[in-house]
Every structure is written in structure tokens, then in C-alpha cells.
């Protein structure tokens, strides 16, 4: 079992930066990969970055290459997504998932993930 719990949302102007946290407990947390996925108003949830249980191998969805980095702290049972260079585009609510699958062409798929988070509001404004 994993429980996740996401902090560090917030209102931020376009073009700034904020770092997501998601606390994990559990004692499997080190070997479970790490997923954020995010859910606009009015559109479905979809895939954001997903990071290995080692850190080694990281996914990113195309609209966040280069400005998103997921990272974790196994000593801390953490993980983050460092969103710099935020658009208005990227408001939404961001969610924590944990999966024990270790193929990352699966981690675009919401079903791969078995423990998510409550989700932590971010809203860029123009």
C-alpha cells in the first residue's frame, strides 16, 4: 500500500515556477515509479512526467519537454515536479500516482497507476 499526499500548488503569473511535492507513505514507496498527471477544467486527466523507482529513467509529456523535471528522494519517500516557465495552459489540478510497473511506455495510461493522491490546484494567470 501507498499513500500519497501532493502540496506546493498555487496561483503563480505566467512564465514563473513552482515546485510540487508528493509525500508518500508506505514501505514499497523506493520501489514504485512515480507519475504526476494533471486534469484542466473541463477536459480529462492526462499524463504529465513519470520518473523510475531508481530516478534513472524519466517520461515527459511533449508540452512540458524542457520545462517540467520530475525528481524524487527515496531517503525522503518524495517526489517532485519543478514546473518552470508555466503557461496559462498548464492550469490545472496536478495528481501524484504511484505504479509497480517499471515499463515506462506504459505510464501515459492512467490504469497503470494504482495509489493516487487528492491533487493540488495550479493556476497560471496571463
Do not use: H
Not at 22 to 43: I, L, V
Not at 78 to 99: F, R
Amino acid at each position: 500500500q501507498v499513500q500519497l499526499v501532493e502540496s506546493g500548488g498555487g496561483l503563480v503569473q505566467a512564465g514563473g515556477s513552482l515546485r510540487l511535492s508528493c509525500a508518500a507513505s508506505g514501505r514499497t514507496f523506493s520501489s514504485a515509479a512515480m507519475g504526476w498527471f494533471r486534469q484542466a477544467p473541463g477536459k480529462e486527466r492526462g499524463f504529465v512526467a513519470a520518473i523510475t523507482w531508481s530516478g534513472g529513467n524519466t517520461v515527459y509529456e511533449d508540452s512540458v519537454k524542457g520545462r517540467f523535471t520530475i525528481s524524487r528522494d527515496n531517503a525522503k519517500n518524495t517526489v517532485y515536479l519543478q514546473m518552470n516557465s508555466l503557461k496559462p495552459e498548464d492550469t490545472a489540478v496536478y495528481y501524484c500516482a504511484a505504479t509497480f510497473s517499471q515499463s515506462p511506455y506504459l505510464w501515459s495510461r492512467e490504469d497503470v497507476f494504482a495509489y493516487w493522491g487528492q491533487g493540488t490546484q495550479v493556476t497560471v494567470s496571463s
